[in-house]
């Protein structure tokens, strides 16, 4: 580890302990997947007490790290947890300009709020979903008024309105093996070559996890998100050909 991924894990332990010691849950901010590969990699320092990655829906990219005492027995969730949504809407009508996440998250950290504080934003026409840290709500409503050229709405929302934002794009194809970098080549839509090359780039990640190797093998339901690329759920093999190549079929995250 370098030495900011050494600072993650001390900080991280130091949390771990305090949940233990105190006998109470403890949380992270919200981390993205190179920290989250940090956390996955050490996961036997944490032993002594749960621990729970959360991210507020199925699927999310950024999530937080739950410690928890022996007596949860279950994640937090609702009100237990340390996040919650917040739904951003344009209140321009027809003379709305359409944003980008890049739109969305710039308004945020232009009020001075750290990376950390923000979960992943899910952007619909003419509005978004947020998700970020119960410190940071009540901020985010009385100061987010605008996104890009567009006076905005900032109000809490639900966890249960977020299922209903992500939205799949279907893709299939055959594969001459289920190896990652034939994966890969297949939702890039490029050459193994490129795709391997993506691999050693330390770009790819299978449920937050860092993957290198060209020769791993993914399972069904396995989220994996590729940097410059996006994300994709990983549905398995439906059928093969008489020469042998997989039909396989992904859902790539819109």
């Known amino acids: 580890m370098d030495r900011e991924e050494q600072l993650l894990f001390r900080r991280l332990r130091d949390l771990a302990d305090t949940c233990y010691s105190r006998n109470i849950p403890v949380y992270t901010d919200f981390l993205n997947l190179n920290e989250q590969t940090v956390f996955l990699s050490k996961l036997s320092e944490f032993s002594h007490v749960r621990t729970v990655l959360h991210g507020g829906y199925e699927g999310a990219e950024r999530k937080i790290v739950c410690f928890l005492p022996a007596y949860e027995e279950d994640g937090p969730s609702g009100a237990q947890l340390p996040f919650l949504p917040l739904r951003i809407r344009s209140s321009a009508g027809k ?87 034939s994966l890969l080549a297949l939702f890039m839509k490029s050459s193994r070559s490129a795709s391997g090359s993506v691999l050693d780039g330390e770009r790819v990640f299978v449920n937050g996890r860092l ?36 039909f396989i079929t992904i859902r790539k995250y819109s």
Do not use: W
């Not at 709020?113 to 619909?124: A, P, Q, S, T, W």
């Not at 006076?151 to 289920?178: I, N, Y």
């Not at 093998?217 to 396995?222: F, H, L, N, Q, T």
């Open 95 to 181: 003379f709305t300009v359409p944003c980008t996440h890049r739109d969305y998250l710039g308004a945020v950290l232009n009020l001075g709020i750290e990376r950390g504080k923000i979960g992943d934003i899910l952007v619909g026409e003419g509005q978004a979903h947020l998700l970020c840290m119960r410190s940071m709500a009540d901020f985010l409503t009385e100061n987010l008024t605008s996104v890009r050229r567009n006076p905005v709405l900032c109000v809490r929302a639900e966890l249960s309105e977020l299922a209903a934002q992500v939205v799949f794009t279907e893709m299939s194809g055959t594969v001459a093996s289920l190896r990652m970098d």
């Open 211 to 246: 993957c290198t190797s060209h020769s791993a093998v993914p399972r069904k339901g396995d989220v994996i998100s590729v940097r410059g690329f996006g994300k994709f759920v990983f549905d398995g093999v439906s059928s093969s050909t008489k020469k042998g190549r997989l």
